[in-house]
């Protein structure tokens, strides 16, 4: 499994876009980036999953470069209901453990 | 989406004594459930993953016969601390997949377990 490296955490203030970048080297060819949410004593929530380029959805936006060897979390204008950690993880392209990294802690301010 | 359920959400016990903690799948089938443990102010770290019909799978370093788990259904895997020590309180979570070709992993909130 690929090891992923992200910055163990940024701050920000409501209404901002917050960009969480991740590097992951070596992934491999039939690996999926996938990005969780956790808040404090709840299990963590899936935000996003990508293979390649850019997804969007309702919540936030992934961006891949074409190297694959690193990704970028995108949140729109957070709230104060976005501070959480965020963990970036790297998925084999079937049924596989996930081994997560440390993730980066996000701290949005009023 | 899919929603993973945990029971208990909190266990307080005197050490010694076992303590199970129950995950289930409620609207969807899982063949593959997996149970992590995490300490504060640390990430999750997996222990095994629970296979249907099968014995378990243990990631290097967690104790099988301390860590006990069930997946006698689609729907419900049981992980059973016996002899639970202070040293095994921490939030113990548990994943699930639903169905085959899937890589989308729904996650339970947690078991905090508190060993006295």
């Known amino acids: 499994l690929a090891k992923t490296t992200q910055p163990i955490s940024m701050d920000s203030y409501e209404g901002q876009e917050v960009n969480i970048t991740c590097s992951h080297n070596?992934?491999?060819?039939?690996?999926?980036i996938t990005w969780y949410q956790q808040f404090p004593s709840q299990g963590p929530r899936f935000i996003i999953q990508g293979y390649k380029t850019k997804v969007t959805n309702e919540v936030a936006s992934l961006f891949i470069p074409a190297d694959r060897k690193s990704s970028t979390l995108s949140l729109p204008r957070v709230s104060l209901s976005d501070t959480a950690v965020y963990y970036c993880?790297?998925?084999?392209?079937?049924?596989?453990?996930?081994?997560f990294g440390k993730g980066t802690k996000l701290s949005v301010k009023p | 989406g899919a929603v993973v359920s945990q029971h208990p959400s909190r266990v307080i016990c005197k050490s010694g004594t076992s303590v199970k903690i129950e995950c289930r799948s409620l609207?969807?089938?899982?063949?593959?459930m997996f149970w992590y443990r995490q300490f504060p102010k640390k990430s999750l770290m997996l222990m095994a993953t629970?296979?249907?019909?099968?014995?378990?799978?243990?990631e290097q370093g967690v104790e099988k016969d301390k860590f006990l788990i069930n997946h006698a259904s689609l729907t419900l895997s049981t992980l059973t601390v016996t002899s639970a020590h202070p040293e095994d309180s921490s939030f113990y979570i548990c994943?699930?997949?639903?169905?085959?070709?899937?890589?989308?992993?729904?996650f339970g909130p947690g078991t905090r377990l508190t060993v006295l």
């Open positions: 994943s699930a997949i639903p169905g085959q070709g899937s890589n989308e992993q729904f």
């Open positions: 629970s296979n249907e019909g099968s014995k378990a799978t243990y």
């Open positions: 609207d969807f089938q899982a063949t593959t």
């Open positions: 993880l790297v998925v084999g392209g079937s049924q596989g453990n996930l081994i």
């Open positions: 070596n992934i491999a060819t039939n690996d999926y």
